[in-house]
Structure formats: C-alpha cells, structure tokens
C-alpha cells in the first residue's frame, strides 16, 4: 500500500507561483497514472492533472496552460509547477492515483493531508 505526502503550499500572490511535491512511501513504478486533485470545503475532490508511467499528461480546462505536472520515478516523487496563479486556485492540494471515471478520486487508496494553496493579495 502506498501511501503520499504533498508538501509545498503556501500564500502566494495573485499572478505568483508554485512547486507542489508528493513523495510516495513505495514505488510508483506500477502506477498507471499518478494525479493531483484539489478540494475547496464542503466540496469534493477533482482531478486537475494526471500523468501517465508514459509521461503523458492532461488537465482540466481550469488550469490548462497555467500548472505543469512531471514525475521522477527514481525519487518515488510527483510535482505540480503551478503558474500564473489565481485566487479560484485557493484549495487543498492532493496527490494520489490519477483516475478518470471515478468522481472524487480513488476511494480504495489512502488519501495524504494535502498542501493548502492560498492565492490572495
């Protein structure tokens, strides 16, 4: 079972960026997907970038152009380069398999605490 930590959130300024980190206890090697979601309260969770064992990626219309996702498998670590940020962006940031016919996220895998992402002036 692998299990995620995010870190790398903070306050940032409107038009700022960001580099978030998910390190992963185990390999993700075996991973088809790895994903980032994020989450405003009372919300649910949704996926905003994905990227595959094969390096391809997709994104939500939302930050299409604007948030970057890579892996280093050799550092068991995922990020998410997020530019040009806005205060829509404001949420709690997680990582875990990307999914995309499941709504919220995967349900049979740990979640992490997330990062908190605060875009404000």
């Known amino acids: 079972q692998v299990h995620f930590v995010e870190s790398g959130g903070g306050l940032v300024q409107p038009g700022g960026s960001l580099r978030l980190s998910c390190a992963a206890s185990?390999?993700?090697?075996?991973?088809?997907?790895m994903g980032w979601y994020r989450q405003a309260p009372g919300k649910q969770r949704v996926l905003v970038a994905m990227?595959?064992?094969?390096?391809?990626?997709r994104y939500a219309d939302s930050v299409l152009g604007r948030f970057t996702i890579s892996r280093d498998n050799a550092k068991n670590t995922v990020y998410l380069q997020m530019n040009d940020l806005d205060p829509e962006d404001t949420d709690a940031y997680y990582c875990?398999?990307?999914?995309?016919?499941?709504?919220?996220?995967?349900?049979?895998?740990?979640w992490g605490q997330g990062t908190q992402v605060t875009v404000s002036s």
């Open positions: 875990n398999a990307g999914v995309l016919f499941q709504a919220g996220g995967p349900t049979d895998s740990y």
């Open positions: 185990g390999s993700i090697f075996s991973i088809p997907a």
């Open positions: 990227i595959t064992s094969g390096d391809s990626t």
